[in-house]
T-cell receptor
Framework: AQSVTQPDIHITVSEGASLELRCNYSYGATPYLFWYVQSPGQGLQLLLKYFSGDTLVQGIKGFEAEFKRSQSSFNLRKPSVHWSDAAEYFCAVGAGDSNYQLIWGAGTKLIIKP | SAVISQKPSRDICQRGTSLTIQCQVDSQVTMMFWYRQQPGQSLTLIATANQGSEATYESGFVIDKFPISRPNLTFSTLTVSNMSPEDSSIYLC????????FGQGTRLTVV
């Protein structure tokens, strides 16, 4: 079955500390992988995506993610978080064909300690 | 990229009534996706709308409760029918052009 697992419901980090959000997927075909962020009361914004090529991808707001096929993972990282990074983060996987939906993880809520 | 205009952005409705949500995309797309996002939860797909055919509903969602129209390649509506407080949620339309693009969402409160 196709699925996305974000094992951490929430994560609390201190401002300035590094961050890693975990994402594992189960997908039968070549996966297209995404991270989205949703700030309180806001819409969903794409942080970064992986389709092929270099397995370390850079995104907006200083985020990066690494695709590890052997581990079926696509973890999101940031070297130093800012208070404005407090939000809900969603990992998603899908086919290359845009006629198919993305499969969404349950989300990880990031809380920033001052 | 795709820009999606979704309306209304929010509404408060009486139980037993219906609300129709509209989404307009700035380019032609084959499929449009309707999601529900309950507070603090992830996205749950309600249905996939293909122009010219009946929408495909996910398990737990039925056409009588969530009728969908897709009259052309840039527009779709989702109606939430005979509403109850349990229908209070955010409803999102989405399209994919590799990545997913979303409308700003409709925050529905049923009282």
């Amino acid at each position: 079955a196709q699925s996305v697992t974000q094992p951490d419901i929430h994560i609390t980090v201190s401002e300035g500390a590094s961050l890693e959000l975990r994402c594992n997927y189960s997908y039968g075909a070549t996966p297209y992988l995404f991270w989205y962020v949703q700030s309180p009361g806001q819409g969903l914004q794409l942080l970064l995506k992986y389709f092929s090529g270099d397995t370390l991808v850079q995104g907006i707001k200083g985020f990066e993610a690494e695709f590890k096929r052997s581990q079926s993972s696509f973890n999101l990282r940031k070297p130093s978080v800012h208070w404005s990074d407090a939000a809900e983060y969603f990992c998603a996987v899908g086919a290359g064909d845009s006629n198919y939906q993305l499969i969404w993880g349950a989300g990880t809520k990031l809380i920033i300690k001052p | 990229s795709a820009v999606i205009s979704q309306k209304p952005s929010r509404d408060i409705c009486q139980r037993g009534t219906s609300l129709t949500i509209q989404c307009q995309v700035d380019s032609q797309v084959t499929m449009m996706f309707w999601y529900r996002q309950q507070p603090g939860q992830s996205l749950t797909l309600i249905a996939t709308a293909n122009q010219g055919s009946e929408a495909t509903y996910e398990s737990g969602f039925v056409i009588d409760k969530f009728p969908i129209s897709r009259p052309n390649l840039t527009f779709s509506t989702l109606t939430v029918s005979n509403m109850s407080p349990e229908d209070s949620s955010i409803y999102l339309c989405s399209v994919r052009q590799n990545e997913a693009f979303f409308g700003q969402g409709t925050r529905l409160t049923v009282v």
